[in-house]
């Protein structure tokens, strides 16, 4: 089982008893819907991000992200070619990724910190 951990500035998702104290309350008030699934597999996390629609906005289709030791694959259904479009990140990728989510506009280096 692999563990994937993201710090995101927004919030953390509820815990499965919706507790008071988790900061995942903070994000389900600020959207009017928010539905996904997570499974467990023997060799990935796979979660499915559903679009419920915001106000405005018309719906996309499901996003499902699979999970891997060694990468992140996100699929999606392309509407028009009726074909499923995937991108493979790698665990850097995915962690450049994370950070870039917290960070202004700019061009940036992410460097180890020297032991």
Same mark, same amino acid.
């Given at each position: &089982?692999? !563990? =994937? ?8 998702? /509820?815990?499965?008893? !919706? ?6 309350? $903070? #994000?389900?008030?600020? %959207?009017?819907?928010? &539905? ?12 499915? #991000? @559903?679009? +419920? !629609? +915001?106000?405005?906005?018309? =719906? ?11 990468? @992140? @694959? /996100?699929?999606? #259904?392309?509407? &028009?070619? +009726?074909?499923? @479009?995937?991108?493979? #990140?790698?665990?850097? $990728? =995915? %962690?450049? /990724?994370?950070?870039?989510?917290? =960070? ?6 992410? +460097?180890?910190?020297?032991?």
């Amino acid at each position: &089982m692999i !563990g =994937l951990h993201f710090r995101l500035n927004v919030a953390r998702m /509820l815990d499965p008893a !919706g507790n008071e104290g988790s900061s995942g309350q $903070q #994000l389900i008030r600020q %959207r009017s819907f928010a &539905m996904f699934t997570i499974e467990h597999e023997f060799d990935a996390t796979v979660i499915t #991000l @559903v679009d +419920e !629609g +915001e106000p405005d906005s018309p =719906l996309q289709e499901d996003i499902t992200i699979e999970a891997y030791a060694e990468c @992140v @694959v /996100l699929r999606q #259904l392309d509407v &028009m070619t +009726e074909e499923e @479009v995937s991108i493979t #990140l790698s665990i850097g $990728q =995915l %962690r450049d /990724l994370a950070a870039a989510l917290d =960070l202004p506009e700019g061009s940036y280096r992410i +460097e180890p910190k020297p032991r």
